[in-house]
């Protein structure tokens, strides 16, 4: 598939008008992932061009989405907007060697054309009026803009390496403008141009632009640069089939990151998400740049489906991630919860209980949120359901239990765990008549770590007074 003589450089190119949507860290991802497989670059291209709707704001989302997910560019960032000058001399190129031509046509007649092809049935393109026209019949006054001298006879071939060979016939295709009347180059010939300056061998992108590969196509033979090889991505939907929005959920992914996904488990979603490797499920960045090839993309939409992502990210977080990473993501959640930040002495605690924290959490929010009972102040605000386990010969048994842990200087879980079971030999009770009440008073919940795990965390002063609290 991939020549041995010729480096593969790849590109990711965003339009700078909101976040990095999830589609888009998709395409990085498959783009990166081709790269590093084969050896070659990875570049980033910020297609600035529509001034109007480009802000910073939009580009530093992007890239600070990109950087979250460890996409990095191999070289230096490409701003299409800057190399304006070079499109339009590549289109000054093309007039001159009769590839091109200046097209006088007001926006009137314009819109006069799509309503006559709309009425005969015709595509709604240009119909090339001023293709062939003398320089002498141009209109005073007028701006005209440059329009390519598009192929009519014979078809285009894209030969896909997700799609297959894909013909269109180039009587479908109307001549498009490369420079507006301001001088200004469209999107079109600013990416064939930059593509080629940049050096670009593989083009993978969504299959939305499957139809702008045959004009681009069109242009570069025309021009007389080598084609780039395609792969045409396609698109990811939502659970019901229709294409992914805003109301099947986020679509950008710093939401995933506020909402508390890892990003490597994030990575691993998308990667699965219209590409496999047998059945593999959970796959490594090692492997994932080791089995990563273009042959493994399905031609079918993949649906995006968000209880499968939380269920992986789930997986992530109790069998690959670290304790000191997981304690790391999750700080800046406990510590919005709680409303201060933690001390160096809190934080060591933290990351000792994150081992048995992080079975039952899905993300880090849910991690941090099992967390805040370690370092809520006293008194515990205690849920209705725990409330049920101090009721009763509960207070008895807790002021007993406080009177046996008093005199425990040894305070380790399992030196703990001695003392409580002695505790419930030596009265004859189950041991859920001493865990529960002690759960409640120690958490406020009902549902908890192991109990002497709670309690070495908490420590013995801070123990005592909280189940002091409740007797």
């Known amino acids: ?60 989302a992007i890239f600070d989405g990109l950087n979250w997910l460890g996409l990095t560019a191999d070289n230096d960032i490409v701003y299409q907007y800057e190399n304006r000058e070079r499109h339009a001399e590549v289109a000054h190129q093309l007039l001159e060697d009769g590839k091109a031509y200046k097209c006088y046509c007001s926006k009137e007649e314009l819109a006069e054309m799509r309503e006559l092809a709309k009425k005969e049935g015709r595509p709604l393109g240009y119909d090339g009026r001023w293709r062939d026209r003398e320089p002498s019949e141009a209109p005073e006054g007028v701006d005209p803009v440059i329009r390519f001298k598009a192929p009519r006879e014979g078809e285009i071939v894209i030969r896909d390496h997700v799609q297959g060979d894909v013909t269109v016939q180039n009587r479908e295709l109307d001549d498009m403008i490369l420079l507006r009347a301001d001088g200004t180059p469209t999107y079109m010939l600013s990416v064939v141009v930059d593509d080629h300056d940049m050096g670009v061998t593989h083009i993978i992108r969504g299959d939305d632009h499957l139809t702008n590969a045959a004009r681009q196509a069109q242009l570069i033979m025309a021009i007389g640069w080598e084609l780039p090889e395609y792969a045409h991505i396609p698109l990811i939907h939502g659970p019901d089939g229709a294409k992914l929005s805003k109301r099947h959920g986020a679509l950008g992914v710093d939401a995933y990151r506020d909402m508390g996904y890892l990003p490597d488990a994030l990575k691993n979603y998308l990667l699965r998400l219209g590409w496999a490797h047998g059945d593999d499920e959970i796959i490594t960045e090692e492997q994932a740049i080791k089995w990563f090839d273009l042959d493994g993309v399905g031609k079918s939409p993949s649906r995006f489906d968000f209880n499968k992502l939380e269920h992986l990210n789930g997986v992530y977080m109790r069998e690959t991630a670290s304790d000191e990473a997981l304690s790391e993501g999750c700080l800046p959640f406990l510590e919005k919860k709680l409303g201060r930040s933690l001390s160096d002495k809190e934080k060591e605690t933290l990351l000792h209980a994150l081992g048995a924290l992080k079975g039952r959490a899905k993300n880090l929010v849910d991690l941090a949120e099992s967390a805040v009972f370690l370092f809520t102040a006293r008194p515990l605000e205690i849920i209705p359901k725990a409330l049920k386990a101090l009721n009763g010969d509960s207070k008895v048994i807790l002021a007993k239990m406080l009177e046996e842990l008093s005199s425990v200087s040894n305070w380790r879980h399992d030196n703990l765990q001695i003392v409580i079971e002695n505790f419930v030999e030596s009265n004859e009770i189950g041991f859920g008549k001493v865990a529960q009440p002690l759960r409640a008073a120690l958490t406020g919940s009902n549902v908890s770590p192991g109990i002497t795990e709670v309690l070495e965390w908490l420590g013995k002063e801070e123990s005592l007074k909280r189940i002091g609290d409740q007797t």
């Not at 450089?9 to 949507?21: C, D, E, I, K």
């Not at 790269?35 to 910073?56: L, W």
């Open 1 to 60: 598939m991939v020549g041995q003589m010729k480096k593969v450089v790849t590109r990711f190119a965003p339009s700078p008008t909101g976040f990095l949507h999830i589609g888009g860290a998709r395409t990085a991802l498959f783009n990166w992932l081709f790269t590093r497989h084969h050896g070659g670059e990875f570049r980033i291209r910020v297609e600035d061009t529509d001034r109007a709707r480009s802000t910073q704001e939009a580009v530093d």
